[in-house]
């Protein structure tokens, strides 16, 4: 097992803690967080683009007029596309781009964004996160004492304080261990775990 120093709000490392190696210490292939990223931005996308055909148009199938003897060009309904107010040729519809990668894979590149943090030292355990009141600047002040600016906090308690007083700061987002995914966690720069939160990610991943 990897034992990383728990640090608290002030910066200073108070303790250690065993990770598992099954979870922390998995081999990191960038094809399969690249496929899971993929399925979650795929899914994330709303596909509500949406133009009206010509069978979708409101009004009448009469010929216009006569085929030959006008002048004019040959002509159908006012419903024809090639007229102003008629239907869209090959326009987008709604649809839905999700597609789904198998479970097992999604673990493994959970497991492979963990290991990843870890290795390139991105990885940060804070033994508390309690506030007293919501004040965005005592938070501030200690991602400063940690030296963290782009941060994922994975917080496991039912803390409002903590949520309300992170939520107006830039490039900072909390989310609990069951919320936790691979794009969140290769977006920021860094990621910053309650000690209590790393036995909730542990028993969800093993």
């Known amino acids: 097992m990897a034992a990383v120093e728990v640090v608290d709000r002030a910066g200073e ?6 990770l598992s190696d099954d979870v922390f210490e998995t081999p990191v292939k960038k094809s399969v967080l690249h496929d899971v990223v993929r399925m979650q931005l795929a899914k994330r ?10 069978s979708e148009i ?20 006012v419903k024809s596309p090639l007229r102003r107010g008629g239907g ?12 789904k990668i198998p479970k097992k894979v999604r673990l493994k590149a959970l497991k492979m964004a963990l290991s990843s943090k870890l290795e390139s030292g991105e990885l940060l355990i804070i033994d508390d996160l309690k506030l007293d009141k919501v004040k965005t600047k005592e938070f501030v ?7 963290l600016k ?3 906090i994975v917080f496991d308690q039912d803390d409002q304080n903590v949520v309300l007083s992170a939520r107006n700061i830039p490039n900072v987002k909390v989310i609990k261990p069951a919320g936790l995914n691979v794009y969140d966690i290769l977006k920021y720069d ?17």
């Open 190 to 206: 860094s990621l910053l775990l309650m000690e209590s939160a790393v036995k909730s990610i542990e028993g969800r991943l093993l």
């Open 58 to 77: 409101v009004g009448s199938t009469k010929k216009l007029y006569r085929q030959k003897g006008t002048g004019n060009a040959r002509s159908g309904d």
């Open 150 to 152: 782009k941060v994922l």
């Open 45 to 54: 996308r709303s596909g509500t683009a949406k133009v009206k055909g010509r």
């Open 141 to 147: 002040q200690v991602l400063q004492n940690l030296n």
């Open 88 to 99: 869209v040729i090959f326009g987008p519809s709604q649809r839905s781009y999700f597609y």
């Open 13 to 18: 490392k108070v303790s250690k803690i065993d």
